[in-house]
């Protein structure tokens, strides 16, 4: 096989965040090593798993990380970004579906910022809805809709709306964290270095994208 169909650029982490890239919170070497131990010890922090959300669905949009991939591994990156992107959407969610889900209201203590958070998904609600629809039915799911699928259907989930939605929303919560609003038993959660390093790169990318105006 050629290689050059299988291989994407590795991303420098000060470009992009990435959570095997720029930390050691790579779930496929751990379980490949069979060190269960160390994956649930890393498993421990709540911003290890937020971050990972949200450097998994920054990473898998960009057409460029996935140009010279072959069809299957493109599409197994593209079907991994709408899981991500599904669970960023529940992140922000002003209510839990389930007891054990993690929302933003967990973290955050400041009611300013939870009504900014609120404006946000009022004003993307129809999106949301739709897109969350498009993923459970074409991509979560086998079902009919796969066959039957129209091209309205497919046109729901505009890829450039949603990234905005995600966008707005991420503004907000780094803000946040930035001005060390989130519950107190959490902040020494937040403190840890290598959160630290993510968070950093995870601005950095903010800052690229605002001067840019387009997913890097």
């Known amino acids: 096989m050629d290689k050059k169909t299988t291989t994407v650029e590795i991303i420098d982490p000060s470009e992009l965040a990435y959570s ?3 930390s050691s919170f790579d779930y496929a070497q751990i379980e490949k090593s069979h060190d269960i131990k160390k994956l649930f010890d890393r498993k421990k922090n709540i911003f290890d798993h937020i971050f990972y959300e949200i450097e998994m669905f920054l990473y898998t949009f960009s057409d460029s990380n996935i140009k010279n991939l072959n069809v299957y591994l493109k599409n197994a990156v593209m079907e ?8 960023l959407f529940d ?7 389930y007891d054990d889900d993690i929302i933003i209201s967990d973290l955050i203590s400041n009611a300013g910022t939870l009504r900014k958070i609120e404006n946000v998904e009022d004003k993307f609600k129809n999106l949301v809805k739709e897109c969350k629809e498009v993923i459970d039915k074409l991509t979560a799911h086998l079902t009919l809709k796969r066959i039957n699928k129209s091209k309205d259907f497919m046109e729901k989930c505009n890829p450039k709306e949603y990234f905005d939605s995600i966008i707005e929303n991420l503004r907000i919560f780094f803000d946040a964290l930035e001005k060390n609003e989130m519950k107190e038993e959490y902040k020494k959660d937040f403190e840890n270095a290598d959160i630290q390093k993510r968070f950093n790169a995870l601005k950095n ?7 840019n105006k387009k997913p890097l």
């Open 20 to 22: 095997c890239v720029s």
């Open 80 to 87: 991994s970004n709408r899981i991500h992107l599904r669970n």
């Open 91 to 97: 992140f922000f969610r002003k209510e839990k579906r």
């Open 205 to 211: 990318y903010m800052s690229k994208y605002e001067q």
